[in-house]
Nanobody, 124 residues
Framework: QVHLEESGGGLVQAGGSLRLSCAAS????????MGWFRHTAGKEREFVAW????????DYADSVKGRFTISRDNAKNTVYLQMNSLKPEDTAVYYC?????????????????WGQGTQITVSS
């Protein structure tokens, strides 16, 4: 089992920045790719960003490309999501997820473990 815990959420004004962290514990010796998703009430949970185990590959949703950066520190078993130039439409609960696939990572069902989520609210 892998336990994921997000932190760093909160309230920020439009144009501001936040950095989310996702700390993994448990069987972290597995080589997991890590994804960030977000969910807004009334909408489906959507893919935000993904990073491979090595950190050598990343991918982003078009809506956040150029504003968000995903990174990881495997020595600390932690993945980060740096969010800049935040917009009100970025308001959501953000989840990190761990999966053993390096493909189809935009799909929720390829992930094996999920965090509990952290709320981001961007005020206009």
């Amino acid at each position: 089992q892998v336990h994921l815990e997000e932190s760093g959420g909160g309230l920020v004004q439009a144009g501001g920045s936040l950095r989310l962290s996702c700390a993994a514990s448990g069987r972290t010796s597995f080589t997991y790719g890590m994804g960030w998703f977000r969910h807004t009430a009334g909408k489906e949970r959507e893919f935000v960003a993904w990073i491979s185990w090595s950190g050598g590959s990343t991918d982003y949703a078009d809506s956040v490309k150029g504003r968000f950066t995903i990174s990881r520190d495997n020595a600390k078993n932690t993945v980060y999501l740096q969010m800049n130039s935040l917009k009100p439409e970025d308001t959501a609960v953000y989840y990190c997820a761990a999966g053993s696939t390096n493909s189809a990572y935009r799909r929720e069902n390829v992930y094996d473990y999920w965090g509990q989520g952290t709320q981001i609210t961007v005020s206009s």
